[in-house]
T-cell receptor, first 111, second 116 residues
Framework: DAKTTQPTSMDCAEGRAANLPCNHS???????VYWYRQIHSQGPQYIIH???NNETNEMASLIITEDRKSSTLILPHATLRDTAVYYC????????????FGAGTRLTVKP | DTGVSQDPRHKITKRGQNVTFRCDPI?????LYWYRQTLGQGPEFLTY????????KSRLLSDRFSAERPKGSFSTLEIQRTEQGDSAMYLC??????????????FGSGTQLSVL
């Protein structure tokens, strides 16, 4: 699986959009970008995933650059409950057993 | 859907003792995964089951670690002769195993192990 690089930490004001970047410059053509988050004392929670097109669901939007070397997770209106560690993972579909979490980005949403 | 359940939430043991953790996946989820997470790091894959078959166990950290899923429902992770380096959060996850584009892992809240 391709390696990912994320900032260690970020802050965001409550009600504003949180934009979390991820670099995956060695991504292969058949690797998807997945995002999970982990709120303190809980297990990770799936957010969204995509291959090359931008994706949106009820939680977030995922913007993948045309060359697929980077992506951005967007939380459109961050709340205090969005404070968590966000993990960007790239992996081949159908291969959950090789899903490699890095250290992630610690997002702190401030009032 | 009651979520993935793990028991116990916390376990304190003395070095050299054996410990066993239990995971109850979401009902009808046929895939079950075990991960380990140390402080400040992301989860690290250990092993997984498709129904009762353990399809990947090469990532188990040593031969002191073993996992079972005898009837394809709940699973147990056992650590024998615990060491202080085994102190970590042990996470269980399940999925419906469709292998399709929308396969997602659902995690439990984990078992926090402290080895004294």
């Amino acid at each position: 699986d391709a390696k990912t690089t994320q900032p260690t930490s970020m802050d965001c004001a409550e009600g504003r959009a949180a934009n979390l970047p991820c670099n995956h410059s060695t991504i292969s053509g058949n690797e998807y970008v997945y995002w999970y988050r982990q709120i303190h004392s809980q297990g990770p929670q799936y957010i969204i995933h995509g291959l090359k097109n931008n994706e949106t669901n009820e939680m977030a939007s995922l913007i993948i650059t045309e060359d697929r070397k980077s992506s951005t997770l967007i939380l459109p209106h961050a709340t205090l409950r969005d404070t968590a560690v966000y993990y960007c993972i790239v992996r081949v579909a159908y291969n959950n057993n090789d899903m490699r979490f890095g250290a992630g980005t610690r997002l702190t949403v401030k009032p | 859907d009651t979520g993935v359940s793990q028991d116990p939430r916390h376990k304190i043991t003395k070095r050299g003792q054996n410990v066993t953790f239990r995971c109850d996946p979401i009902s009808e989820h046929n895939r079950l995964y075990w991960y380990r997470q140390t402080l400040g790091q992301g989860p690290e894959f250990l092993t997984y089951f498709q129904n009762e078959a353990q399809l990947e166990k090469s990532r188990l950290l040593s031969d002191r670690f073993s996992a079972e899923r005898p009837k394809g429902s709940f699973s147990t992770l056992e650590i024998q002769r615990t060491e202080q380096g085994d102190s970590a959060m042990y996470l269980c996850a399940s999925s419906d195993g469709t292998g399709g584009l929308n396969e997602k892992l659902f995690f439990g809240s984990g078992t926090q192990l402290s080895v004294l």
